[in-house]
């Protein structure tokens, strides 16, 4: 193998990994924001529930 060709593959194979390196960087800012979207939810849901109990106490005693 002369040096143009050993210089094309290694060409080649940088090309492959800045394309595979890319891909991975999408791939975490999508965990990223999907789990920033989790959070949300789950704290969404606490804020519901807290409401909802809110509502559903009452300072009056039931009578026997």
């Known amino acids: 193998m002369n040096d143009k060709e050993e210089i ?9 990994l800045e394309d595979e390196n890319s891909s991975l960087w999408e791939m ?7 789990d920033g979207q989790d959070w949300i939810e789950l704290i969404d849901k606490l804020r519901e529930d807290v409401i909802i109990r809110s509502l559903m106490t009452t300072s009056k005693k039931v009578e026997a």
Do not use: N, P
């Open 8 to 16: 094309k593959r290694l060409k080649r194979k940088i090309e492959l």
């Open 28 to 34: 975490l800012d999508e965990l990223q924001k999907s």
